[in-house]
């Protein structure tokens, strides 16, 4: 059923050759070596390493074919899965805040119309401040991250490169956390993190660092500053003609990463191991609210307008 789930948002994955790059009960192993102010440091390995790129259909629905490990000593607490949602059980976790997306495409982004990015390439990122989370017993209140992506072509195709960036403030077990659930690894497969996850082919050093983050749907506008790694502005799409603030919002009844978004326009520059900028492109702005069986409804919803 996973197949036909994510093949029906990614028509293109039902080709072979695109289908034998997807890995999507592993996802993206964010790399445990962190850089903090130039120095590096090391997390504990969370799980062994197996190659991304090897899983077949018939490894996507169970269990036995997630490469789970046996040692469950970190925490004890783990969530059956529902009724109808296969084998698989995952951590109990939940995330929920604030959280900013910017592309270099044009406004509304292709991809969430089953369209080819604008300029061919995919450079991306997302921010997040959550407000209430867990991830077993390690509570994750008022911990920001973000992450910046690269794609060669459109994100379904993989190849992708991707850096996550953890708040300063954070714990080793928060960090610890956080990373599980950016690499998809405690997330059921089709669900946000596990689906961007498996397109990514390279994984820069994980950087610890302040960041600063505003968020603000009402007037249009945020902002995300990581020194030296990432700068993200946001304000209202202009009308050309009068320059008022054009309020416009995407609603994906069906969306596997948000339902309702507000449409702002983006400025962004990456530094670093992944380099971009971009000026007047997509962005958006919503309330997220994640856990191991993809976004919790009932506590996701859209901003409101004045």
Same mark, same amino acid.
């Given at each position: 059923?996973?197949?036909?789930?994510? *093949?029906?948002?990614?028509?293109?994955?039902?080709? %072979?050759?695109?289908?034998?790059?997807?890995?999507?009960?592993?996802?993206? =192993?964010?790399? =445990?070596?962190? $850089?903090?102010?130039?120095?590096?440091? &090391?997390?504990?390995?969370?799980? %062994?390493?197996?190659?991304?790129?090897?899983?077949?259909?018939? +490894?996507?629905?169970?269990?036995?074919?997630?490469?789970?490990?046996?040692?469950?000593?970190?925490?004890?607490? $783990?969530?059956?899965?529902?009724?109808?949602?296969?084998?698989?059980?995952?951590?109990?976790? +939940?995330? &929920?805040?604030?959280? #900013?997306?910017?592309?270099?495409?044009?406004?509304?982004?292709?991809?969430?119309?089953?369209?080819?990015?604008?300029?061919?390439?995919?450079?991306?990122?997302?921010?997040?401040?959550?407000?209430?989370?867990?991830?077993?017993?390690?509570?994750?209140?008022?911990?920001?991250?973000?992450?910046?992506?690269?794609?060669?072509?459109?994100?379904?195709?993989?190849?992708?490169?991707?850096?996550?960036?953890?708040?300063? $403030?954070?714990?080793?077990?928060?960090?610890?956390?956080?990373?599980?659930?950016?690499?998809?690894?405690?997330?059921?497969?089709? *669900?946000?993190?596990? #689906?961007?996850?498996? *397109? #990514?082919?390279?994984?820069?050093?994980?950087?610890?660092?302040?960041?600063?983050?505003?968020?603000?749907?009402?007037?249009?506008?945020?902002?995300?500053?990581?020194?030296?790694?990432?700068?993200?502005?946001?304000? %209202?799409?202009?009308?050309?003609? *009068?320059?008022?603030?054009?309020?416009?919002?995407?609603?994906?009844?069906?969306?596997?990463?948000?339902?309702?978004?507000?449409?702002?326009? &983006?400025?962004?520059?990456?530094?670093?191991? #992944?380099?971009?900028?971009?000026?007047?492109?997509?962005?958006?702005?919503?309330?997220?609210?994640?856990?191991?069986?993809?976004?919790?409804?009932?506590?996701?919803?859209? %901003?409101?307008?004045?």
């Amino acid at each position: 059923k996973y197949f036909f789930l994510f *093949t029906e948002k990614y028509p293109l994955a039902a080709r %072979p050759d695109v289908l034998l790059g997807f890995s999507p009960v592993r996802g993206v =192993r964010f790399r =445990r070596r962190i $850089r903090t102010r130039g120095k590096s440091q &090391s997390l504990a390995r969370l799980r %062994p390493s197996l190659p991304r790129w090897h899983v077949g259909i018939a +490894q996507m629905p169970f269990a036995e074919n997630a490469g789970m490990d046996k040692n469950e000593n970190d925490f004890q607490k $783990r969530l059956a899965p529902d009724e109808g949602r296969g084998a698989m059980s995952y951590l109990d976790w +939940q995330i &929920s805040g604030k959280k #900013i997306g910017a592309c270099n495409c044009n406004y509304g982004c292709p991809c969430e119309f089953n369209a080819p990015p604008t300029y061919g390439a995919c450079e991306g990122l997302e921010a997040m401040e959550i407000e209430e989370g867990y991830f077993g017993d390690v509570r994750l209140d008022g911990v920001r991250y973000a992450a910046k992506f690269r794609w060669p072509g459109p994100v379904h195709e993989g190849h992708g490169e991707a850096q996550a960036i953890i708040d300063e $403030r954070a714990s080793e077990a928060q960090c610890e956390a956080l990373l599980k659930i950016l690499s998809g690894e405690e997330q059921e497969p089709t *669900t946000v993190f596990n #689906i961007y996850g498996s *397109t #990514i082919e390279t994984e820069f050093e994980t950087v610890i660092a302040p960041i600063e983050f505003e968020w603000d749907p009402e007037n249009l506008t945020g902002k995300v500053h990581v020194p030296g790694v990432l700068d993200v502005s946001l304000e %209202p799409i202009r009308n050309p003609v *009068t320059g008022k603030p054009h309020r416009a919002v995407i609603h994906l009844p069906e969306g596997f990463e948000f339902k309702h978004c507000v449409m702002v326009s &983006s400025t962004f520059t990456g530094h670093g191991d #992944i380099v971009y900028e971009n000026a007047g492109r997509y962005g958006q702005l919503w309330n997220a609210a994640y856990g191991p069986y993809g976004i919790v409804e009932s506590e996701s919803h859209r %901003p409101a307008f004045r």
